[in-house]
């Protein structure tokens, strides 16, 4: 198995018995190249005048279905100078599979309602999720339009939002998840942050005020 197959490097998962260890909460100044990256090929960002950040994902993965209950209330916290998405990562046809899945909820005007009702489909009711017949069925036994839903997965608009996602997530050399990238120039993740869910997003807020004081 090739390792971006891994939701989390291989290490990640050999050591995921350690979030609550006394190492894992250790505070401090975060260190490049230990609690985070700095890319040394900056990505582009949207020229809204706002500090973007973004979460990498998979519906796939329990790590970043643990994660949830820590970012949800964190990225609706942050300043208003800060924009936050999601992005689905898109390493295999799997990845790119549940890719398309959140652009056609998120063009349908359903995002908000589902994504965390799809999450649980996967990581609670253990359903594999890998056929448009599993997708339909889902959507319309959640009172939505199935079919629709499997359509719009296929229209032009939600395979090139998945096509940027990918390109995105390469330009940020990501290769697993669950991730944090800040404003094209860094990324963090649990795993960088000592295993710790609450750590990273700390070390993201210390990344968010480091783009606020302009390039160094």
């Not at 891994?6 to 100044?29: E, I, N």
């Not at 993965?61 to 209330?73: D, V, W």
């Not at 899945?101 to 009711?125: S, T």
Request: glycine share 8%; net charge positive.
């Amino acid at each position: 198995m090739k390792r971006r197959e891994f939701c989390l490097t291989s290490t990640s998962l050999a050591s995921v018995a350690l979030l609550s260890s006394p190492v894992a909460q250790a505070q401090g100044t975060p260190v490049e190249g230990t609690n985070y990256v700095k890319l040394a090929q900056p990505v582009p960002v949207a020229a809204s005048g706002k500090i973007e950040v973004v979460e990498f994902f998979w519906y796939g993965c329990p790590h970043c279905f643990a994660l949830e209950p820590f970012i949800e209330p964190w990225h609706k916290k942050l300043p208003a100078d800060v924009a936050f998405r999601r992005v689905p990562a898109g390493f295999t046809p799997q990845h790119e599979f549940h890719q398309r899945v959140f652009y056609a909820m998120e063009a349908l005007g359903i995002l908000e309602a589902m994504h965390r009702r799809f999450f649980n489909a996967m990581q609670i009711d253990r359903k594999p999720m890998r056929k448009e017949e599993e997708i339909a069925a889902f959507f319309t036994a959640a009172g939505q339009d199935g079919a629709k839903v499997v359509a719009t997965m296929k229209s032009f608009g939600v395979v090139a939002k998945a096509k940027q996602a990918k390109q995105l997530s390469e330009g940020y050399r990501i290769d697993g998840v669950p991730a944090i990238g800040v404003h094209g120039r860094f990324y963090t993740s649990s795993v960088l942050a000592g295993n710790s869910h609450e750590r990273a997003l700390g070390v993201a807020d210390y990344l968010i005020a480091q783009v606020r004081k302009g390039p160094r």
